[in-house]
């Protein structure tokens, strides 16, 4: 009798740690790292072609995790599999990860499991993301040009002001007399900035706990986020990248069946503006009311006439989702085409402001040499 006992035992220790060594409930207790955008963004795309192609929920997402390299997005993946087996909806299983799936992600999944149009609704999502990606990718790129040649050509003039001005200065002081003032200011910045070359990485470094600090607060934040959207050249991209943000996310949720003023709270969560958040806030509120949508965009401030007059057509028309999916397709192409102007400009002015410098540099040093010249041939 006892010996049977104990193998009973044998038995269901060698179980457990099967199922403890199962991937998906091994990958339910470590869910360790950041799941990234474009990993979020491919899960979606390979998801949403599996269940288009008629494939069930477990096995799409069983295909998926041992195609996937191992990290955190299999680890969710193979979670979201382990809950979907255990009976749990794909919607609930969604929502238990939103690290990883925003309220407009699990939302929109809930929305596709009511209609029986999953495989439609991931479709959606994926050419979401894949739009939203595209668009940040480009705001960013255009916003990392003039950085970088800037702190490049920032560099440059450190060394030159630091290294090579102090190789003419000794060489000025064997001649004499004064100098010219540019040459004179030449030389006191070099000094300075010899004296001081601390201060030039400590700089950034102030500068961006200072922003950080700022935006730690909600009036500080405000007030970063609306500086943003008046940036010269790129405030008006900025904000025409938000336009475009709200309407793809209220016409995606809008398709998808989910009622306004839901999709109203997660198009402004998934802003990430405050300023742009708090009008469409505002927007939300007037609509709750009673009042219809087109009226409070335009009372808003934010929103331009275009957006209004194609929300107030496709109110009337019902056909709302469509005109803020067309919103969404022009302001992002016009986005494109605004960074390509401001790449055309931003070149050009950096070019002439980095001649400019270069330029007082090498008159500032040549200067005392010409008189040198002057004074030996007469």
């Known amino acids: 009798m006892a010996q049977n006992l104990r193998k009973r035992r044998e038995r269901l220790a060698q179980a457990a740690q099967k199922k403890d060594s199962a991937p998906g409930a091994a990958a339910s207790r470590r869910m360790r790292g950041k799941v990234s955008r474009k990993a979020k963004t491919q899960f979606t795309v390979q998801f949403a072609t599996l269940l288009d192609s008629g494939l069930p929920i477990m096995r799409a997402l069983r295909i998926l995790e041992a195609q996937m390299s191992s990290g955190p997005m299999q680890q969710v993946v193979a ?8 009976g749990a909806s794909l919607s609930e299983a969604v929502s238990k990860h939103p ?3 925003d309220e407009l992600y699990a939302n929109m999944v809930r929305a596709g ?3 029986g149009t999953l495989s439609e609704i991931f479709m959606r999502q994926a050419e979401y993301l894949e739009k939203r990606d595209a668009l940040i990718r480009r705001i960013r790129g255009a916003a990392i040009y003039p950085v970088f040649v800037s702190v490049f050509a920032v560099g440059i003039l450190v060394f030159i002001i630091a290294f090579v001005v102090p190789k003419f200065k000794s060489a000025f002081s064997q001649l004499g007399g004064s100098l010219p003032p540019m040459t004179q200011l030449l030389i006191d910045a070099s000094d300075w900035l010899i004296s001081h070359l601390y201060v030039i990485p400590l700089v950034p470094l102030l500068i961006w706990g200072g922003l ?5 607060t909600p009036g500080g934040r405000r007030f970063l986020d609306r500086s943003k959207l008046r940036l010269w050249i790129f405030g008006p991209i900025a904000l025409k990248g938000q336009i475009a943000r709200f309407a793809r996310t209220l016409g995606t949720l809008s398709q998808s069946g989910v009622p306004l003023l839901q999709a109203l709270d997660i198009a402004r969560d998934a802003s990430g503006n405050s300023v742009v958040a708090e009008a469409i806030e505002n927007v939300r509120d007037s609509v709750r009311e009673g009042e219809s949508l087109a009226q409070p965009l335009a009372e808003s401030g934010i929103f331009d006439e275009i957006v209004v ?11 709302l989702d469509r005109m803020l999916m067309r919103i969404a397709e022009s302001h992002e192409a016009e986005v494109n085409t605004r960074i390509s102007a401001a790449m055309s400009v931003m070149e050009p002015v950096l070019i002439v402001v980095m001649g400019a410098i270069v330029g007082f540099i090498v008159v500032a040093l040549f200067l005392p040499l010409l008189k040198m010249q002057e004074m030996l041939t007469r």
């Open 113 to 115: 499991e009511a209609g």
């Open 212 to 216: 950080v600090l700022i935006g730690r």
């Open 309 to 319: 007059n194609m929300v107030d057509v496709g109110e009337e028309t019902g056909e």
């Open 99 to 101: 690290q990883v799936f």
């Open 79 to 86: 979670a979201l599999a382990e809950d979907v087996e255990s």
